[in-house]
């Protein structure tokens, strides 16, 4: 069968239909552009905006294509298992609905359901533990994905757990991912070690707070920081990255990590949210301005040189210009190498949507634009400071723009920042994926780098 992954969303939604298609074509399906397709498979995301209108469109528009007997759409992720069986009721050509417990089931499913024409399946039960998935081929490829999928060669993600128990107040993921699980150890080592077998460099340990890692019944005793460690250890492995870590679960072991581990990379997501104690404290986030800057103080520490970011919502219900305030601060203390910032919105069922007086969109818009405007001045000087510097990198792809000449390649140094370079004697069928680079950086733009190779390594 041919068909076409359609994703939303973040990191693990990517990551999941990375894993689908590997799934669906170790089967013999084969991964198609939207036109060509037969089984269409959207990977829905609601953690922001309004997701279910983005999905009702995308449907509208498969259904097009969705005339020639055999072809259906299945929907995943977030949204179907908000929308369950309701997909089914306003969209007959929908036959698969699987929430982010049910994905381990979907290809099999997608299966079934290529064989007849008249079944339909909904998998949306949340379940006690990890749902461990089929082992797909995890060889690094780049032509099999269709354009934006974003698999990289030489880069890998690994998920650890699944779910989320915080339940801060303004958010929907313990609703739609349902209470954490932890995965066995085990299996995270034995995929880590495969991967690395295939010739991935570099590796990122996914879960939607990773720090509490093992602390759920899932748990086995080895805590998050046993884990780094442990794959640390792994020979051939260059990178090691994790994300998402919540600020109140980040163990004292794992800010030491890094001014230990040698291939940890000094990066850090850490979540702010807001840098007001009494929003954090609505926000129901348990810590305040003191831990958090203490953390950081922690990790600077360990890591003098290392590169953190953050998420940021603006307009909380309550948030008063001087707890905005409060936060505009907070970026100039901690001095966050990037950060991504929301305007707050309702989502369905979460307790925010009952605090008042809610932020009108114009002052929550100002307040955006305003944060953005600084954030990007500070991330423009953490950039222009890593000019005349050495590094490494790990090369990705060739680099969406291309100048004149040599062809331009793209990849990430040790802190996570962009950097592309021009090589020459290089042409478009080399595969340079994967393959480490000494680099002299040469100039900052906005958001990446730009260098030029040092030496001559092949
Ligand atoms: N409104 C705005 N931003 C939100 N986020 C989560 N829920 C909401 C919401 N209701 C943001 C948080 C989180 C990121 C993934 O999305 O900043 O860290
Ligand atoms: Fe949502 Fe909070 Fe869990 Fe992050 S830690 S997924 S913000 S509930």
Redo the contacts with the bound molecule.
């Keep these: 069968m041919k068909f076409n992954v359609i994703t939303f969303g973040?990191q693990m939604n990517v990551h999941d239909s990375d894993w689908l298609i590997r799934a669906m074509e170790s089967r013999g399906w084969e991964a198609v552009e939207e036109s060509e397709a037969e089984v269409f498979v959207v990977n829905t995301c609601s953690?922001?905006e309004k997701p279910e209108q983005k999905v009702y469109s995308v449907l509208g528009r498969l259904g097009g294509y969705c005339t020639k007997p055999g072809s259906f759409v299945a929907v995943g992720g977030c949204v179907a298992q908000q929308i369950g069986d309701g997909f089914f009721e306003k969209f007959p050509f929908v036959r698969l609905v699987f929430g982010s417990d049910g994905i381990a089931k979907a290809p099999q499913a997608l299966e079934e359901l290529a064989e007849d024409h008249n079944k339909k399946l909904i998998f949306n039960d949340f379940l006690t533990d990890y749902p461990e998935r089929e082992k797909v081929d995890s060889s690094p490829y780049q032509d099999l994905v269709p354009p934006g999928i974003g698999t990289i060669t030489g880069q890998a993600f690994v998920n650890i757990m699944q779910g989320c128990d915080n339940f801060c107040t303004?958010?929907?993921v313990p609703y739609t991912r349902g209470r954490q699980k932890s995965r066995d150890p085990e299996q995270v080592i034995e995929e880590c070690r495969n991967l690395v077998e295939s010739g991935v460099r570099e590796i990122t340990l996914l879960g939607q707070n990773v720090n509490s890692f093992g602390m759920d019944s899932g748990g086995t005793g080895v805590s998050f920081a046993d884990l780094l460690y442990k794959i640390s250890a792994i020979a051939g492995l260059e990178r090691i990255r994790f994300t998402t870590s919540h600020p109140k679960d980040i163990a004292p072991e794992v800010i030491t990590a890094f001014g230990e581990l040698p291939n940890l990379c000094p990066q850090l997501h850490l979540?702010m949210?807001s840098g007001s104690d009494s929003v954090l404290k609505r926000m129901g986030r348990k810590y305040d301005r003191k831990r958090y800057l203490e953390i950081v103080d922690g990790l600077k520490a360990a890591c003098p040189e290392i590169s953190l970011s953050t998420?940021?919502?603006v307009g909380f219900p309550g948030e008063t210009d001087e707890d905005f305030e409060d936060t505009m601060e907070m970026l100039e203390k901690v001095r966050f190498e990037s950060s991504?910032s929301?305007?707050?919105?309702?989502?369905p069922g979460?307790a925010a949507v009952k605090f008042k007086p809610k932020v009108s969109d114009d002052i929550a818009q100002k307040r955006l634009t305003r944060l953005q405007e600084r954030q990007n001045h500070i991330t423009r000087e953490s950039l222009e400071r890593c000019v005349g510097r050495e590094t490494e990198i790990l090369l990705e792809r060739p680099s969406r723009k291309q100048g004149e000449g040599d062809i331009h390649w793209r990849g990430k140094d040790p802190w996570g920042r962009v950097v592309n370079v021009p090589l020459s004697g290089i042409t478009d069928d080399d595969s340079l994926g994967g393959k480490l680079l000494k680099v002299l950086i040469t100039e900052a733009k906005n958001h990446s780098l730009f260098g030029k190779k040092v030496g001559n390594p092949w």
């Design positions: 973040c953690v922001r303004y958010c929907i979540p949210q998420d940021i919502i991504f929301f305007k707050y919105s309702d989502r979460v």
